[in-house]
Every structure is written in structure tokens, then in C-alpha cells.
Nanobody
């Protein structure tokens, strides 16, 4: 079973950039579809972006299109979320997730989760 650990969160001013990383261990990383989700205080967790096992971006939330980019490095067991033009409404705990099956990844249904990393965007 794959184990996921996020890093790279922090406090950033509006308009700034941040790159989140997610390290995977304990599984065949290159076989998983990977995704990023986020959960703001008082809100439900929402999908942000996903990438195929080979590194092709799958889809992303409308709210982050043109600002966030997902990518992965299978040689290093890492998946990234590059965030730019950050807004206060991007403030949330960001989670990395893994899914072995394409048909479930497309539906945003991921089975393995990290603990999350806090991103706070100040105005």
C-alpha cells in the first residue's frame, strides 16, 4: 500500500507562488494516478487536479485552471502542485491522493491519502 507525505505548505501573500510536493513510499508509485485535493475551514474537501501514472495532466478544477499545475517525477516518487497567482480563497489544507484505477481516478475517487499540508494566502 502506498504511503503519502505532503510538504511545501506555508504562508504566502496574495499573488504569490508556492510549490507543494508529495512523496510516495511503500508501493509502485508509477502505477498510480495521483491527485491533489483541498479542504478549507468549514467546507467539504474538493478536487484540485490529477495526473496520469505517466505524467499527463488529467483534469483540474475550474477555480485553479491557468494558475495551478500538477506534475510528477516517477524516478523520485514525487508529485508536485505548482501554485501561482494565489488568492485568499486558495487557503486550505492540501492533500495528496493516489488511485490505482483509471475509471475511479476520472471520477475523483481516490483511495490513498496523505495527512495534508496547510496553505494560507494572506490578502
Amino acid at each position: 500500500q502506498v504511503h503519502l507525505t505532503e510538504s511545501g505548505g506555508g504562508l504566502v501573500q496574495a499573488g504569490g507562488s508556492l510549490r507543494l510536493s508529495c512523496t510516495a513510499s511503500g508501493g509502485t508509485f508509477s502505477s498510480y494516478y495521483m491527485g491533489w485535493f483541498r479542504q478549507a475551514p468549514g467546507k467539504e474537501r474538493e478536487f484540485v487536479a490529477a495526473v496520469t501514472s505517466s505524467g499527463v495532466p488529467m483534469n483540474s478544477a475550474v477555480s485553479v485552471k491557468g494558475r495551478f499545475t500538477i506534475s510528477r517525477d516517477n524516478a523520485k516518487n514525487l508529485v508536485y502542485l505548482q501554485m501561482s497567482s494565489l488568492k485568499p480563497e486558495d487557503t486550505a489544507v492540501y492533500y495528496c491522493a493516489a488511485q490505482a484505477h483509471y475509471e475511479l481516478a476520472v471520477l475523483g475517487k481516490f483511495e490513498h491519502w496523505g495527512q495534508g499540508t496547510q496553505v494560507t494566502v494572506s490578502s
